[in-house]
Nanobody, 115 residues
Framework: VQLQASGGGLAQPGGSLRLSCAAS????????MGWYRRPPGKQRELVAV???????NYADSVKGRFTISRDNAKNTVYLQMNSLKPEDTAVYYC??????????WGQGTLVTVSS
């Protein structure tokens, strides 16, 4: 499975960005897809995940502001980020997990929230 992420960049506090991640390869084996992030000087943390059936899970810090969605026909997962805060600044990583639990990671995309 290969993951190609896009959509990072610079946003002002209160602004919005949308991340996309397209999967290719053995996509039929994918169960969950999601996003993690690594803030500066911190460890990588879960942002949001979505199952093939559409069930979602969010980190408390992004609930109500971020929305994860998945287009199974396009093998793509999206992360709509609204009401961005400076503490959302991080490298965001796309993740896919096979039914057997094997994880795959995309390249990181930098999100910077600053005025």
């Amino acid at each position: 499975v290969q993951l190609q992420a896009s959509g990072g960049g610079l946003a002002q506090p209160g602004g919005s960005l949308r991340l996309s991640c397209a999967a290719s390869g053995s996509v039929s084996s994918i169960n969950t897809m999601g996003w993690y992030r690594r803030p500066p000087g911190k460890q990588r943390e879960l942002v949001a995940v979505v199952t093939g059936g559409g069930s979602t899970n969010y980190a408390d810090s992004v609930k109500g502001r971020f929305t994860i969605s998945r287009d199974n026909a396009k093998n793509t997962v999206y992360l709509q980020m609204n009401s961005l805060k400076p503490e959302d600044t991080a490298v965001y990583y796309c993740n896919a997990r096979r039914i057997n639990g094997d994880p795959y990671w995309g390249q990181g995309t930098l999100v910077t929230v600053s005025s």
